[in-house]
Each structure stands twice: as C-alpha cells, then as structure tokens.
C-alpha cells in the first residue's frame, strides 16, 4: 500500500471506483481507493439495478439524465459489458391527485430533454401487457430509463481506474482522518499511515461514519431495504414498473429474472438480514399489481442499506468547515443511478476543474437553512 | 474439448476459463467472483459450483481451501412459488 497519495477516496462502491476513474483520467496521480470488504459488498452491489431519470426535482433530474448518457456508451468506454438496456421505467398513477404530481413531474423532467409522457391505462397495456388494470389509472413512461448490472458496472469503474494507476485497497479500512490546523493530512487505515490533503467521503451506508472520523458531522442515516429476485423465465416484459404509493418497482433484468423490491417500515440501523415478513408482503404486493408473478418461483433475496437524507437528495462537494474534505453521500435509493453523472462532477471540482453543472445546491449548507424541498419520487 | 470450456456452474453456464479470467483480473474472494459472472446466484445457489470454484481460487491464491470463505447463503432455503408463499403452503403440489 502506498504511504502517501494526491487522493485517498474511502468506499469501493459505484462512487468511490467512479470517482477514482475520472479522477486519474482527468491526470491525478496516486489516488487510492479504501474499501473495508470487497468491491460491491456494500448498497451498490445490493441495488435494483434500475436507471431512472423521472423526478421531482431539478438536481436529480439533471444528474440522471447526465448519467443515462454515460450509461448509454458506458460498457465501450471502460471496455467491459455493463448489460445496459433501455426498457423503459413506467411509473404508475392510483388516482388523480398523483395524476397531477406526476404532470408537475413531466414539467420539470421536460427541462432537461428527458422524453418522459403521460400514458392511459390502454397505452400502459401496450408496453406491459400483465398489468393490474384495477390498480390505477394512468401512467407516466420513459423509454431511455432502463437497466445497468450494478456489480458489473462497479467492476468496470474498479478495472478502468486500476488501468490508470489507481490503487484500490481491498479489506483496508480507514480508522481515522488526521486533520492539523484545519487542514487534512492523512488517513490512518488498519493496514498503515496514507499521507494525502484530500479525502473522500464514499461511503455509502457508512457515511456518517467516515465523516465523523474527520468530526464532521453529517445529516445522514441509514436504512434497510429488500430486495428478492425470480428464477429465469422466458421474455415477458422490457420495462421497469414502479409505483410511489405502494413504494413497488420491478423489472425483468436481460437476464431473464425479475427483480423486485418494496418499501417497509424500518427503523434507521445498519441491519442487513433478510426477513420472512418482507417477503410475504412483497410476493403479495406484487401479484396484486401484476397478477402473472403467482407462477414465479423466488430463487433468493437480500437486503441493503439506503443512505438517507432529510430530503432524499444527496450530499455533494467539498465541506466548507473542512478543505480537502469532500462527500458523494445519502444518495437515499438511487446512488447507483445517479452515480456516474456525480462521481465525474465530483472528480471535476477535486481535480480543480470546471465542472460540467453547478452542484452547489447539494451542499450540507442547505440543511442549516432549513429550506428543504423533498424529493417526491423515492421508491423502495 | 478443452479444459477452459468445462461448464463449472450449470445454472447459469459458467466454464472454468471464465472464472480463471475473473481470478486474473484482480478477484480474490467468491463473493466477488459470484458478483462478476453470476455463478452460484441459480437455483441451486452455489451447490454444485462453489466447491470446485473455491478449490480454484484457493489454488490459485496459494492458500488452504477452508481459508477461502464461502458466500452469503440467502433465504429461501428452497426455489419457492410465489402463490405458495402468498397461501402459505407447506410445499408445492
């Protein structure tokens, strides 16, 4: 391991290999990337692999629609199949009140070129043909929305970054950020001292954490989520189906198996054991809203960490208390999906470049304001 | 047929080259392996293929087979029908 770096980027997930791929392509030197377990052990390896760009807000939009056109010549540019496929998301409406929503949604999606419509329950049909037809009455659609294999993209950021001279330090996790005159200094691991000015916080499930070993404190927490997935079957439908109320989203991967996953109460902790009352809950929910799952047949499920902030929008930049501390974290669900977009921001403003937008919105100063605008559109 | 071309993992037709490739490239636990080809993630969840390939890896690492971990088992224990579970049956008919 080396003892001194330019940057020391601390979790192995989609953010942390992201960030540490443009990092170098952009022409740092000595970045290394900590990850305590293995590479996609932790909320990106656990994810439901969807890719959405049909938000609430502006920021969210704007980082989803930057990231599908990575995705989209993804697997070309780090040379390694990432089974990107754009089958569409179709969000269900329930009623007319969502209805609206999802109108004021459409507005803010058409902002950013995003070529996401209102749909009748006729059209919904068309695109999945199995749908509930008594469970809602309208629908919003996106056909560039789709599919990414989290852990294959994950390994490809890793590979890429590697190429490049990255050093990843698999089983090496950082037990303390040294900071000296108010300014950071070093990393200290279980496997030795890093010498470096700038540290990254990519931590995921553990941010809080992290950013506490350089005592900062931070507005996030954590949560569990489920997930369960099916035994292969033939082709039935290309398109993801979610709906907020219910908190549903599932999809058939290219693989042939169907992903899916629901919302649960949950106290904020990091437990991640499975639990026999989620998966009755979610084969009852799911058969409800597409009557054909009865027949499936449930090959496993786990669970994973949602990194949550008061208003589901990450937490992004540089921290103004702290200079060469910066955070990609409490992406609340959807950090895969957002990942590429924020990681190559986030390198641009490490790296002292101009970045591709202004992400200053997503800094923690907005929790002291207090005006927070809450993300409409979380599912799971 | 050549030694590569040996399926390993017959759920999801893995050969023996694939998981050789992945090993090369950097992985050196199974949870990483099974994450990179999606061996062991079938129906039978890594019965048949996670003992040859932790012999594999534990080869290739140098190490002694019973210092190589084995993944996560995940629930179910057995491939259940989803109205099986929603009727809470005891086994399928």
């Not at chain 1, 190429?163 to 950071?184: H, M, P, Q, S, Y």
């Amino acid at each position: 391991m080396k003892n001194k770096a330019d940057v020391v980027i601390i979790g192995g997930g989609i953010i942390g290999t992201a960030t540490a791929y443009y990092l170098a392509k952009s022409g740092i030197k000595d970045i290394v990337v900590l990850e305590k377990s293995y590479i996609s052990s932790g909320a990106t390896g656990r994810c439901g692999a969807g890719v959405r760009q049909q938000w609430g807000l502006e920021m969210n939009c704007a980082l989803a629609k930057g990231s599908v056109d990575i995705f989209e010549n993804l697997s070309k540019e780090l040379n390694f199949d990432i089974e990107y496929r754009q089958g569409g998301y179709l969000v269900l409406a329930h009623n007319e009140t969502q209805v609206e929503q999802f109108k004021r949604n459409l507005a803010v999606q058409s902002k950013f070129n995003i070529p996401s419509r209102l749909i009748s329950i006729e059209e919904a049909l068309e695109i999945c043909p199995y749908l509930n037809t008594d469970t809602f009455v309208a629908a919003t659609f996106c056909q560039t929305d789709g599919h990414a294999n989290p852990f294959r993209t994950n390994f490809a950021y890793a590979y890429a970054a590697e190429k490049l001279g990255v050093e990843i330090n698999k089983f090496t996790e950082a037990t303390d950020i040294i900071v000296e005159n108010g300014r950071i200094t070093g990393v200290m691991t279980d496997k030795g001292r890093i010498d470096t000015p700038i540290v990254v916080n990519a931590a995921g499930g553990y941010s809080k954490d992290v950013a506490a070993l350089a005592g900062i404190d931070i507005p996030t927490y954590s949560e569990r989520h489920q997930i369960l997935v099916s035994e292969p079957i033939e082709r039935l439908f290309d398109t993801m189906v979610i709906s907020f109320q219910i908190g549903i989203y599932t999809q058939q991967v290219p693989h042939g198996s169907i992903v899916m996953g629901i919302s649960e109460k949950e106290e904020p902790s990091y437990n991640i054991n499975s639990s026999w009352q989620f998966t009755e809950y979610m084969v009852k929910q799911a058969i409800n809203i597409l009557p054909i799952f009865k027949d499936l047949r449930i090959v496993r499920q786990w669970a994973g960490l949602y990194n949550k902030t008061p208003d589901a929008q990450p937490i992004v930049g540089e921290v103004d208390e702290l200079p060469g501390f910066f955070q990609a974290v409490g992406f609340s669900g959807h950090g895969f999906m957002i990942g590429p977009k924020t990681s190559k921001i986030l390198a641009q403003l490490i790296a002292g470049m101009e970045p591709d937008m202004d992400i200053s919105p997503l800094s923690m100063k907005r929790f002291e304001k207090g005006e927070l605008i809450l993300e409409p559109s979380v599912v799971g | 047929m050549k030694r590569e071309d040996i399926v390993i993992c017959r759920c999801e037709d893995i050969t023996l080259g694939e998981i050789r490739e992945c090993i090369e490239r950097g992985a050196t636990t199974l949870e990483e392996i099974k994450r990179e080809l999606r061996c062991g993630m079938g129906p039978c969840q890594g019965t048949t293929c996670m003992p040859l390939i932790r012999r594999e890896l534990a080869r290739y690492l140098c190490m002694p087979v019973e210092e190589i971990d084995l993944p996560t088992k995940r629930p179910p224990l057995i491939v259940s029908k989803f109205e099986s579970i929603l009727e809470g049956k005891e086994s399928e008919e």
